[in-house]
């Protein structure tokens, strides 16, 4: 392919002769700007050897230059009009491209990957970071490229306004980090929005029984924000010294509590 996909002026018109429109519907920016692309890469700390699960590669961006940094690609997208595209824009991809929705995208498909990098749609973000959180794969780090909005919302800590179920289960495995901002003139097309790049990592995973327990309470403990905790958790029939023997309050909220205390309580419960 004689097309350069990180130059603008290529790119649309590549779009052009393809009669392709990005999907509105999809959420379709294409982060195409080879720096910003390699600080996204750099944010992951892709190395030689690292299998890489990728969500919504587009037109192969990020999978081409993480090839190039010696990784090997797990990539998953929804758009069959593009992975169409993949054997003419990179006839040498060496991993592995699934047209699929990774929501639907069973877990034993990449379950020896152990890094996660993905330029994701604003209107998915809770459900794919939620499902990678609870999948089974105990990954060494996340990466994530997203409305700058949303980073700041979930790097959010206990107390802060908007700090949430999800809030509270990366910071269980590890520090979620805005890891740099991508101006809004990098992507195709362009957003109204300036983006910010979201990073976790180390994350470090329990037991995966104790996991999906912690997991559980969390939801449940934030599903009535204006309930007691206790109350939110009153179908697991938790013994009633298990909040004193944790130095848990009875009027505590899910808000109230320190992350590590959600996996202490599933700990307690599950002896």
Known sequence: ???????????????????????????????????????????????????????????????????????????????????????????????????????????????????????????????????????????????????KEEVSRLTRKRGEERYGALNALMLILGEPVCAGIVKSENFYPRPNVDSAILNISPLRYPKYSLWLKTAEIVKLSFAKRRKLMKSNLAELNIPTDAFSILGIKESARAEELEPKMFLDLARLLSK
């Open 1 to 147: 392919m004689n097309v350069d996909l990180y130059h603008l002026a290529d790119l649309k018109e590549f779009l052009r002769v393809k009669e392709l429109q990005a999907k509105r519907s999809l959420g379709q920016n294409f982060l195409f700007h080879k720096r910003e692309c390699e600080r996204v890469i750099r944010a992951a700390d892709i190395k030689k050897g690292d299998k890489i699960l990728e969500i919504g590669p587009g037109l192969g961006h990020l999978t081409q230059l993480m090839e190039e940094a010696g990784a090997e690609v797990t990539a998953c997208e929804i758009d069959k009009r593009l992975t169409s595209l993949w054997p003419e824009i990179h006839p040498d991809f060496k991993g592995r491209l699934i047209a699929s929705d990774f929501l639907a995208f069973r877990p034993e498909e990449y379950e020896n990957c152990s890094k996660v990098v993905a330029n994701l749609p604003y209107y998915i973000v809770k459900e794919i970071i939620m499902k990678l959180l609870t999948c089974g794969v105990q990954w060494e780090s996340m990466t994530f490229t997203l409305q």
